[in-house]
């Protein structure tokens, strides 16, 4: 049993030092820096690839954040109870995600600003989306529609802001202009902790001074 023990021991050793080696970075982020990195080629990118923080990068987790209930003319477990849109009446092709997803975002930038941060600061975000009534599946265009009303809208060549859509209304200046280009994943899941929510959304930000 003894023999069998070292020999174990030794092999594991053997694997995670072969494994740390392979795994050396030839780069890293110097202290403080906060460096995504971009598709190239593509000068209106909707997320980085990844992003990578220094060691002495301080960061800030938002728990997950739905949107709030702003129409009470709608039933509690209605998700066009979450539209905060006026009269809760949505505008030519905007889907009931995509009016939660702006509400959501909405909150996100006033948990942030609660925590002395901003949209800009957001480095990582994690989407989850509930298909609407009926729907064979989650609604990802208008998730994606109002994510690009205050993410990702400016082009990375000029600096100027990029018009977007809002439902099937022509392209115009974002609610939000935000050249922050989060790593994020978007999924759909089954149940939304609250009935009615669409979406619930976190993310992570860097202070970046």
Do not use: C
Request: glycine fraction near 8%; charge should be neutral.
């Amino acid at each position: 049993m003894k023999i069998r023990t070292i020999a174990l021991s030794a092999a594991v050793v053997l694997v995670f030092g072969t494994s740390t080696a392979a795994a050396t970075p030839t780069w890293s982020p110097r202290p403080q820096e906060v460096k995504p990195f971009l598709p190239a080629g593509n000068t209106n990118p909707a997320i980085a690839d990844g992003v990578a923080l220094g060691k002495q990068v301080a960061s800030y987790t938002a728990s997950g954040l739905g949107p709030a209930a702003a129409n009470p003319a709608a039933p509690a477990d209605a998700p066009e109870r979450y539209v905060d849109l006026a009269g809760g009446t949505l505008p030519p092709g905007v889907t009931v995600t995509e009016a939660q997803a702006l509400n959501v975002l909405k909150r996100i930038k006033a948990n942030l600003a609660a925590a002395g941060l901003g949209l800009a600061d957001v480095v990582s975000m994690r989407a989850y989306l509930e298909k609407p009534p009926g729907a064979e599946a989650a609604d990802f265009t208008g998730w994606n529609r109002a994510y690009r009303q205050f993410f990702a809208n400016t082009d990375l060549t000029t600096g100027q802001a990029v018009p977007v859509p809002l439902g099937t209304a022509s392209p115009a200046l974002p609610m939000e202009v935000n050249p922050a280009r989060p790593a994020r994943v978007t999924i759909e899941i089954a149940n939304l902790p609250v009935a009615g929510w669409l979406v619930e959304v976190e993310v992570v930000a860097a202070y970046k001074h």
